[in-house]
């Protein structure tokens, strides 16, 4: 899937099946029932206003196009409040966590901001289907919202701002509603494979789409969703955006989402590991943004390091090898394309190979003297940081490719072999 294809996105005139699954589901807990009588396109009623939601109204949208889009017709009579969003951030702040110690110096502002909270009813349908048929997906939604609010704070950020602070981190993902679940961040995007990968890559564009034609938010709001996993140096989806090109909203949720996924998927959920992960390559993220999460890493207790000194640099050698065997690669290649969809790919392999690069050398793990003088266990995470990125920039050369010739297809496949040459 390339720009052109998430370009069109999703269409609200036929119920997706996987939000209507959702949906469904949480209704056997919470009641949700018609706000509106439902009619398809050629003005059939299709379902009662005020009629639960059930599986017979599955049965009768199947492939039909409505008048209205189905999320506009429902409403969760009993579902997530403000007072709501208030509780689950007091039930985050008793927990003895990485992201409570980033939002606990702000939780004053956080919790009164987020008792007035305007939630129009799409996303509070939403939020309230995730709440009983996805949990995890809620709770993400809940840090993320907690998060953005303590960024905003931290920087001074008035009544207004802190509010749509925090609605960007509340309502940030909920275009993952609208895939398989299969291909959600649930499982990360540092572990999907690319078929899987091609899904996922859609979300924030259907989430953007969802809040800009669904909602009367502003339209600050909808792209900053459109934005939270670029970044400033190209190597984001769903569009490559960089730089200037990039909001200051959307460069806040960038940080939060990538602070979040290293804290969740980390065998050690530390901020000095989500810290590295902000530092790695200098240029993705706003620096603006990142200074929280930084701040609570030098305040949190040095780690201890699993491996040996030796054992580290054997691997970092085996690392160094397998980037500048992809730089090499990736330079051959360059001079081989042809299409243009292939000098495309590889013209971004190389430039974020080239970042990458940059990163390995301001990191200074190239040096055995810097390494005896540096946290093993900071070291031990960049290592793993580096290895992730290798992964990445395959998956972001292959989706920037879109379908290729089988020749070129297998010119790409060449390069992505050196790009997983190593593993930790």
């Not at 996805?134 to 907690?146: D, I, N, T």
């Not at 640099?313 to 690392?319: D, I, M, Y």
């Amino acid at each position: 899937m390339n720009a052109t294809t998430v370009a069109r996105g999703p269409s609200f005139s036929v119920a997706n099946q996987h939000a209507l699954a959702t949906i469904l589901e949480a209704s056997q807990t919470k009641s949700i029932i018609a706000s509106r009588d439902i009619f398809d396109i050629s003005g059939i009623k299709l379902w009662a206003r005020d009629q639960p939601v059930s599986s017979a109204l599955q049965r009768r949208l199947l492939d039909r196009q409505l008048r209205n889009p189905l999320e506009s017709c429902l409403l969760a009579a009993d579902g997530v409040t403000a007072y709501a969003l208030v509780q689950s951030v007091e039930a985050l702040l008793e927990r003895d966590s990485p992201v409570t110690a980033l939002i606990r110096p702000h939780a004053g502002r956080i919790l009164k901001e987020a008792a007035h909270l305007p939630l129009h009813s799409v996303p509070q349908l939403l939020l309230t289907a995730s709440q009983a048929s996805r949990p995890e997906s809620f709770e993400h939604a809940v840090q993320a919202m907690a998060l953005c609010g303590a960024m905003m704070d931290a920087h001074g950020g008035g009544t207004a701002e802190m509010r749509m602070a925090l609605l960007c981190g509340l309502l940030h993902d909920l275009g993952e509603m609208y895939i398989d679940p299969r291909h959600g961040e649930a499982e990360a995007d540092r572990e999907l494979d690319f078929v899987s990968y091609q899904q996922l890559v859609v979300h924030p564009h259907v989430g953007h789409l969802l809040i800009a034609q669904l909602t009367n938010y502003p339209g600050a709001l909808s792209r900053a969703i459109a934005e939270h996993h670029e970044r400033l140096d190209g190597s984001g989806y769903p569009h490559g955006l960089q730089s200037d090109d990039v909001s200051a909203l959307g460069r806040m949720l960038a940080v939060t989402e990538a602070t979040l996924g290293t804290l969740r998927h980390a065998e050690r959920p530390l901020l000095a590991r989500a810290s590295v992960s902000l530092r790695a390559v200098p240029g993705e993220f706003d620096l603006y943004w990142t200074r929280v999460v930084e701040a609570g890493a030098r305040a949190e207790l040095p780690s201890r390091a699993r491996l040996g000194t030796a054992e580290v640099q054997a691997r970092l050698g085996r690392l160094d090898s397998a980037l500048r065997a992809a730089e090499e690669s990736v330079a051959v290649l360059a001079l081989d394309a042809e299409s243009p969809a292939l000098k495309n790919a590889v013209a971004l392999g190389r430039h974020l190979l080239g970042r990458l690069r940059v990163g390995w050398n301001a990191s200074g793990l190239w040096s055995s003297q810097a390494l005896n003088t540096r946290d093993a266990a900071e070291v031990e995470a960049i290592e793993e940081e580096l290895v992730f990125r290798l992964r990445a920039i395959e998956r972001a050369a292959m989706l920037r490719a879109g379908e290729l010739a089988p020749r070129d297809a297998g010119r790409l496949a060449t390069l992505c072999e050196s790009l997983r040459a190593v593993t930790v």
